[in-house]
């Protein structure tokens, strides 16, 4: 049995990585350490760089919004940010090129569309695309981004086939052995964060969102996307004193994810949509925040607390989870 989601793409609001300088002061740091460690010939580079977390070597990723859920049957995509690019790449080289494949959009802010026109699979004759939005602009919008002067290639010459579904929000959809529903997020612009299930998994679609709905009566109907799941994907792009002056921007703290992820008994939170301008080591700075937050929320719990072993990382690009092995 498997079921697996792999991260194309963490970044929020613009593809970014770090400069030119970044990396130089980046890699500078790395050979002190090398040093600082006590190795000192080349074979032992590998070693030394194993030790470490593969973000904190090579950074957090530079791609926008684009997630792989794969169950024993199926694959289902949520967005189209720039990581779609590499995900189509990866499953053509695999003679997986022909699909089906079925995308579920959130909304329609460029950094979640910004890859779709770069998803190779739209131009071999006979393959089969399909997007799902509770939108009902859907087709117009993924339509546009194949529109001269913003792409070369018309949508009307696409050699694969390319269906458009509107979803009923709260309603599950099955494809195969995968369920996925639609719940609504707290985003300027209408957003809906996926709830997907396989094999009795559950995987939770919440970027985007600024969670203003915290408790669970101001959720109401859209409570079911964070109760019962096994990982949990959450908008971390801003610190809690940034979210004061970032109101209504549509982004939460990590802080946020970790007490919802606490009440409703989440098993692990993965922390997202980086802000562009987010250097690694702020990045760090935020993940050294969250764990101060964890550690201050489980000492000062009551006695009668049920505070589970909750798990949580920062999402990078290319992270892939088995939600079996939680």
């Known amino acids: 049995m498997s079921v697996n989601v792999k991260f194309w793409g963490v970044r929020g609001s613009l593809p970014a990585s770090p400069?030119?300088?970044q990396w130089f002061h980046h890699i500078e740091r790395l050979m002190a350490g090398f040093f600082r460690a006590g190795f000192d010939k080349p074979e032992q580079i590998k070693d030394y760089l194993s030790a470490m977390s593969l973000p904190a070597v090579g950074s957090f990723g530079a791609s926008t919004t684009c997630v792989e859920f794969k169950s024993e049957k199926s694959r289902i995509i949520i967005d189209g940010g720039s990581g779609i690019r590499a995900l189509g790449d990866h499953v053509v080289s695999r003679g997986e090129g022909r699909g089906p494949f079925h995308i579920f959009l959130t909304h329609f802010h460029w950094d979640h569309l910004i890859g779709l026109p770069f998803f190779s699979p739209h131009f071999f004759p006979g393959t089969e695309i399909h997007y799902y939005a509770v939108q009902p602009e859907l087709e117009e919008m993924v339509r546009a981004n194949f529109r001269k002067p913003n792409f070369p290639v018309p949508f009307e010459t696409l050699r694969s086939h390319i269906h458009?579904?509107?979803l009923e929000p709260r309603k599950p959809l099955v494809i195969?052995?995968?369920?996925?529903?639609?719940?609504?997020?707290?985003?300027?612009?209408?957003c809906w964060g996926f709830r997907v299930v396989s094999g009795g998994k559950v995987y939770s679609h919440c970027v985007d969102t600024e969670c203003t709905r915290q408790t669970r009566e101001d959720l109401g109907p859209d409570l079911p996307l964070y109760q019962g799941v096994d990982l949990l994907y959450f908008d971390?792009?801003?610190?809690?004193?940034?979210?004061?002056?970032?109101?209504s921007w549509g982004h939460s703290a990590a802080q946020i994810g970790i007490d919802i992820a606490f009440r409703e008994s989440v098993k692990y939170i993965l922390f997202a949509h980086h802000d562009p301008g987010a250097s690694t080591q702020h990045v760090y700075h935020l993940i050294d925040q969250t764990r101060d937050y964890y550690q201050m929320r489980i000492k000062n719990r009551k006695d009668d607390a049920d505070l589970h072993n909750l798990k949580w990382k920062f999402a990078y690009e290319g992270l892939e989870v088995d939600l079996w092995k939680l």
Do not use: R
């Not at 195969?176 to 209408?190: Q, R």
């Not at 004193?241 to 109101?247: G, N, R, T």
């Open 164 to 166: 458009f579904h509107q």
């Open 19 to 21: 400069s030119p300088e």
């Open 176 to 190: 195969d052995d995968i369920e996925i529903t639609p719940y609504k997020l707290d985003h300027p612009d209408p």
């Open 236 to 247: 971390a792009q801003y610190t809690l004193p940034e979210l004061a002056d970032k109101a």
